[in-house]
């Protein structure tokens, strides 16, 4: 099993609509959570990251943490095609400066 | 955010051969570090690299395929050796933030090997 899961995708989109994101993971002791936006052919892009659980909101983007059913969610409003892209969920524990374990990400497609 | 560059930024090698990849950072960093990410899987940590003592490799890595330098506090390379078709992949150069959860990625090497 992997320690984080996520489904793949592609999830498509109206212009306009909520796109809602998710992931599920194994380890309990994970204290950071982070959401990068990666265009194709182009490295990770950092959106948000979080500490524990509750919302965070950044202008389109808020980012949920539901440490007790180990679930973290990603929702971008007013989705543009701009916002097609893979979205990766990332997680580590707390001292594991940069050792991150990432979903396998999911594929957004935003259309017009 | 910390800025970011690799060379090369895109390569094809032959199997049996070895290539270099750079990366450089526009400010001083304690450690950076490799992930691999391969067609459809999560990117994947390859090893840490700090300045002036060994790199630590993760589960699965080892020294002598992906030898790691880091002569000074913003410059890194991971070499890939005696490369097969099963090395094709992105290779990510990364870097942290001043705060733990931030973490910065490069722009990649794309790496196909024949």
């Known amino acids: 099993q992997k320690e984080v899961e996520q489904d793949p995708g592609p999830l498509s989109v109206p212009e306009g609509a909520i796109v809602s994101l998710n992931c599920t993971y194994s380890n309990s002791a994970f204290q950071y959570f982070m959401w990068y936006r990666q265009y194709s052919r182009k490295g990770p892009e950092l959106l948000m990251y979080?500490?524990?659980?509750g919302n965070k909101e950044d202008g389109r983007f808020t980012a949920q943490v539901d440490k007790s059913s180990k679930y973290i969610s990603l929702f971008i409003r007013d989705s543009q095609p701009s916002d097609s892209a893979t979205y990766l969920c990332a997680m580590t524990l707390r001292g594991s400066w940069g050792k991150l374990q990432f979903g396998a990400g999911t594929q957004v497609v935003v259309t017009p | 955010s910390a800025v970011i560059s690799q060379k090369p930024s895109r390569d094809i090698c032959q199997r049996g051969t070895s290539l270099t990849i750079q990366c450089q950072v526009d400010s001083q960093v304690t450690m950076m570090f490799w992930y691999r990410q391969q067609p459809g899987q999560s990117l994947t940590l390859i090893a840490t690299a700090n300045q002036g003592s060994e790199a630590t490799y993760e589960s699965g890595f080892v020294i002598d395929k992906f030898p790691i330098s880091r002569p000074n506090l913003t410059f890194s390379t991971l070499t890939v050796s005696n490369m097969s078709p099963e090395d094709s992949s992105i290779y990510l150069c990364?870097?942290?933030?001043?705060?733990?959860?931030?973490?910065?990625f490069g722009p990649g090497t794309r790496l196909t090997v024949t």
């Open positions: 979080t500490y524990s659980s």
């Open positions: 990364s870097v942290g933030g001043g705060e733990e959860a931030e973490q910065y």
